[in-house]
């Protein structure tokens, strides 16, 4: 049961970031299918970036990276965004490398690849998205690509924890961070639930990247409500056969003295009478027909034969 509902709540998660990602696919869609962004690429045109990226467009649009390139994949208009400090800031150095920006576009751009997903930085991991830059009417050909990134840092981790009243984590697969346990998960065993503590349990879900490698472990942690309630279950059970077992033992006694002791108490103390008596004359009380009649029928034929 623990295992089943970790399954769920782990989807719920996964389906949370995925979310994330739609939105900043969305994003990426509205810029990219404008003929703004269409010209800016042919003409590379400065007042495009200024007026329609300028630094509130980023909090607006919860993004921290906006990239865009024409069909050689050069890059013709670039820009990032801190989020936590509210300012404009470098690059990653990750996209000022042509080649890792090549690999990264035909990806994201092929006919039958994922346009958005998450992309392992360096430092961090990051959601992306990629979308054909078209005019306003999304007809024709593109002329290049537009790409957004949003840094899945712990302001994100939080809002996705916040929405779905999970306790959330997200570490790369090879990192000191995550736990040992999993850091066995695979493509064959991608998902893992594992028991913190009496309290608490963790599920563990591998997460790949936009190039289908294992990139991040998704950590979900739950109260072991399930667990709780078994050993609660458990216990009362428990108690329940105590009082069950204590009364059949009481029941058992009482029927055991009136239908055995008692019985054979008086069929002792009619023997003790009669010895003490000397009267062979004398016989047994006899009732019912069980073992103890008999007995005290057997006294009486042998008082009978010895009288």
Same mark, same amino acid.
């Given at each position: 049961?623990?295992?089943?509902?970790?399954?769920?709540?782990?989807?719920?998660?996964?389906?949370?970031?995925?979310?994330?990602?739609?939105?900043?696919?969305?994003?990426?869609?509205?810029?990219?299918?404008?003929?703004?962004?269409?010209?800016?690429?042919?003409?590379?045109?400065?007042?495009?970036?200024?007026?329609?990226?300028?630094?509130?467009?980023?909090?607006?649009?919860?993004?921290?990276?906006?990239?865009?390139?024409?069909?050689?994949?050069?890059?013709?208009?670039?820009?990032?965004?801190?989020?936590?400090?509210?300012?404009? !800031?470098?690059?990653? @150095? *990750?996209?000022?490398?042509?080649?890792? %920006?090549?690999?990264?576009?035909? &990806? #994201?751009?092929?006919?039958?690849?994922?346009?958005?997903?998450?992309?392992?930085?360096?430092?961090?991991?990051?959601?992306?998205?990629?979308?054909?830059?078209?005019?306003?009417?999304?007809?024709?050909?593109?002329?290049?690509?537009?790409?957004?990134?949003?840094?899945?840092?712990?302001?994100?981790?939080?809002?996705?924890?916040?929405?779905?009243?999970?306790?959330?984590?997200?570490?790369?697969?090879?990192?000191?961070?995550?736990?040992?346990?999993?850091?066995?998960?695979?493509?064959?065993?991608?998902?893992?639930?594992?028991?913190?503590?009496?309290?608490?349990?963790?599920?563990?879900?591998?997460?790949?990247?936009?190039?289908?490698?294992?990139?991040?472990?998704?950590?979900?942690? !739950?109260?072991?409500? @399930? *667990?709780?309630?078994?050993?609660?279950? %458990?216990?009362?059970?428990?108690? &329940? #056969?105590?009082?069950?077992?204590?009364?059949?033992?009481?029941?058992?006694?009482?029927?055991?003295?009136?239908?055995?002791?008692?019985?054979?108490?008086?069929?002792?103390?009619?023997?003790?009478?009669?010895?003490?008596?000397?009267?062979?004359?004398?016989?047994?009380?006899?009732?019912?027909?069980?073992?103890?009649?008999?007995?005290?029928?057997?006294?009486?034929?042998?008082?009978?034969?010895?009288?």
């Amino acid at each position: 049961l623990e295992q089943q509902t970790m399954h769920t709540e782990m989807d719920r998660a996964q389906n949370a970031l995925t979310g994330a990602i739609v939105k900043l696919d969305n994003s990426a869609a509205g810029y990219a299918t404008w003929d703004d962004t269409f010209a800016f690429v042919a003409d590379h045109n400065t007042r495009y970036m200024a007026s329609n990226l300028a630094d509130p467009s980023f909090p607006a649009e919860n993004i921290n990276l906006v990239i865009i390139a024409d069909q050689s994949g050069h890059v013709v208009g670039q820009k990032a965004f801190d989020l936590n400090q509210q300012q404009a !800031t470098a690059v990653p @150095v *990750y996209f000022s490398q042509a080649q890792n %920006l090549q690999n990264l576009l035909h &990806a #994201l751009t092929g006919p039958n690849n994922p346009t958005n997903g998450l992309l392992l930085l360096p430092d961090r991991p990051m959601l992306i998205a990629a979308r054909p830059i078209l005019p306003s009417n999304g007809q024709g050909a593109s002329n290049g690509t537009l790409l957004m990134g949003r840094f899945l840092d712990t302001i994100l981790i939080q809002e996705l924890a916040d929405v779905t009243h999970l306790t959330l984590a997200v570490t790369a697969v090879q990192s000191s961070q995550t736990p040992a346990v999993a850091r066995s998960l695979s493509l064959v065993q991608p998902e893992i639930t594992s028991p913190l503590n009496a309290q608490s349990i963790a599920g563990y879900r591998l997460l790949n990247d936009v190039f289908g490698q294992p990139a991040l472990v998704l950590e979900v942690t !739950t109260p072991r409500s @399930v *667990y709780q309630q078994g050993v609660l279950t %458990l216990n009362y059970v428990s108690l &329940a #056969l105590i009082i069950i077992l204590l009364v059949c033992f009481i029941v058992a006694v009482a029927v055991l003295e009136r239908l055995v002791i008692a019985r054979v108490t008086r069929l002792d103390a009619q023997v003790q009478a009669i010895g003490s008596s000397g009267d062979l004359a004398l016989r047994m009380n006899v009732q019912g027909n069980d073992e103890l009649a008999r007995l005290a029928q057997s006294i009486n034929s042998m008082l009978a034969e010895i009288d």
